[in-house]
């Protein structure tokens, strides 16, 4: 018999099922057995793998910051439209994804740390012609709690063959944007002041 309290400690200690065998002078089958009785998990390949590069620990140490919802959210804004947005149209503020969530998340950022009303927002959507507009239209306005008629009409493009990027946006792209020259000129500024 293997004690659980001496297989744990070795376990959780990053050594492998193998590494404890040759420790204890056991088979590896021993080592299995007893860990199935003491029911304690093992840990999945990638988990071993990553230990096994990583000896010492995660090589990175992330830092507890302490930030309002305000800031988070102003952070998060900024950052989504930097990474997703159309900075060359000198009037408006558009985000285009595939991702509902991240349009939630924008117009989130524009109404609570913008002041952008719900009555300025405008949506378009573009779609692979292997799926039907209003397909598309049912998703995003279940997805986004908006009636169907807000998206108008539907941009339908030719597939693009058999990628990743057809199976991610299965719905097409959803874009969300205000026109504004004021709140535009103050976005490029915000982004400005972070590089």
Same mark, same amino acid.
Request: charged share 30%; glycine share 8%; net charge positive.
């Given at each position: 018999?293997?004690?659980?309290?001496?297989?744990?400690?070795?376990?959780?200690?990053?050594?492998?099922?193998?590494?404890?065998?040759?420790?204890?002078?056991?088979?590896?089958?021993?080592?299995?057995?007893?860990?199935?009785?003491?029911?304690? !998990?093992? /840990? *999945?390949?990638? +988990?071993?793998?990553?230990?096994?590069?990583?000896?010492?620990?995660? #090589?990175? @140490? &992330?830092?507890?910051?302490?930030?309002?919802?305000?800031?988070?959210?102003?952070?998060?804004?900024?950052?989504?439209?930097?990474?997703?947005?159309?900075?060359?149209?000198?009037?408006?503020?558009?985000?285009?994804?595939?991702?509902?969530?991240?349009?939630?998340?924008?117009?989130?950022?524009?109404?609570?740390?913008?002041?952008?009303?719900?009555?300025?927002?405008?949506?378009?959507?573009?779609?692979? !012609?292997? /799926? *039907?507009?209003? +397909?598309?239209?049912?998703?995003?306005?279940?997805?986004?709690?908006? #009636?169907? @008629? &807000?998206?108008?009409?539907?941009?339908?493009?030719?597939?693009?063959?058999?990628?990743?990027?057809?199976?991610?946006?299965?719905?097409?792209?959803?874009?969300?944007?205000?026109?504004?020259?004021?709140?535009?000129?103050?976005?490029?500024?915000?982004?400005?002041?972070?590089?």
């Amino acid at each position: 018999m293997i004690q659980k309290k001496l297989l744990r400690n070795l376990y959780s200690s990053g050594l492998s099922i193998s590494e404890i065998s040759k420790r204890l002078k056991c088979s590896e089958h021993k080592v299995v057995y007893w860990m199935g009785k003491h029911n304690l !998990k093992r /840990r *999945s390949r990638s +988990e071993a793998l990553y230990l096994k590069n990583n000896p010492d620990g995660d #090589p990175f @140490k &992330i830092k507890n910051v302490e930030v309002d919802n305000d800031s988070f959210l102003l952070g998060l804004g900024l950052g989504l439209y930097w990474g997703e947005g159309n900075k060359v149209n000198k009037h408006s503020i558009r985000v285009g994804t595939s991702d509902a969530d991240m349009i939630i998340t924008f117009r989130k950022f524009m109404k609570e740390i913008c002041g952008v009303k719900d009555s300025k927002f405008r949506y378009s959507l573009i779609c692979f !012609k292997d /799926r *039907s507009g209003v +397909e598309s239209k049912k998703y995003w306005s279940k997805k986004l709690s908006l #009636p169907e @008629k &807000i998206f108008g009409k539907v941009t339908i493009i030719p597939s693009m063959g058999k990628g990743t990027y057809r199976k991610i946006s299965n719905y097409g792209v959803c874009t969300i944007y205000v026109n504004n020259i004021k709140l535009k000129g103050w976005m490029m500024d915000q982004i400005e002041s972070l590089k």
